[in-house]
C-alpha cells in the first residue's frame, strides 16, 4: 500500500483578529497542538476592507474593481501578521507556492514536523488566472464581489494545493454552528464557499 502523502492544511486568520493583542499567542497556542504537516495561512482584510466597503456604500462603485483592490489590501493584513509572527515563512509567488505544496504530492514524501507559511492572496488568486501553473485546472472562480470573502479563497487555495482540511479562524462564537451551510446562512461565511464545498475534505470553524 502506498504511504500517505503529507497532510496539508489551510488556515485562515479572520481579519477582525488582527486588533485583538493576543491573537499571535493563540494561533501559536493552535499551532502547537497540530499534528506534523504543512500548514497554509492566509489572513483577512478586517478594518482595512471595511473601509472600502463604507466608500462603496458612498460612492456606489464597480464591483469588480473593489474586490481586486481589497484582494491587493490583503498584501497588507499578511504583512502585519508576518510581523507579529516571525517564525512562520512567507510565500509570496505562486511559484513558491508550488514548491512547497506540489513536491509531496508528487513524491508521495511525509514531513515529520509542522512546517508554517503565510501565503499572499496573490501567489494562487489574481485576475484572469484560475489555476496555480502545473497543478490541476481550478474549474471553480469566485463572483469578484462583495460576496466573495477571504473564506471562499480559503478553500480555493485548499483545492488548488489539494489540502486535507481547512480551519477558518474567527473571532466570533461558532460553537453552536453544526455545518458551513448553517454559517453561511447567519453570516459567519460567505455564501460562495458552499459552491467549493463539495472539492474540500474538512472544514472547521474555530473561534481563536
Known sequence: MAERTTD?????????????VDWPMRL?????????????GIVGGGDVVEAMRKLDRVHG????????RCIRLLDATL????????????LKYSNELLIHSAFEIRENLIVS???????????????????????????????EGWATTTDTLA????????????VLMKSCEVGHIDSLEMAAKVGIVDRECLR???HVPQVELLRL
Open 79 to 90: 504583512e502585519i501578521a508576518s510581523e507579529l509572527t516571525p517564525e512562520i515563512k512567507v
Open 196 to 198: 467549493l464545498r463539495e
Open 61 to 68: 462603485l464597480s464591483q469588480t474593481a473593489m474586490h481586486w
Open 155 to 166: 478553500l480555493m487555495l485548499a483545492h488548488q494545493i489539494h489540502a486535507h482540511r481547512v
Open 8 to 20: 496539508r492544511c489551510v488556515f485562515k486568520l479572520g481579519g477582525s483578529l488582527l486588533d485583538q
Open 28 to 40: 501559536r497556542a493552535w499551532l502547537n497542538q497540530q499534528p506534523p504537516g504543512k500548514y497554509f
Open 113 to 143: 514536523q509542522r512546517e508554517l507559511y503565510w501565503v499572499h492572496v496573490s501567489a494562487f488568486y489574481q485576475p484572469g488566472i484560475s489555476d496555480l501553473g502545473s497543478l490541476p485546472a481550478d474549474t471553480f472562480w469566485p463572483t
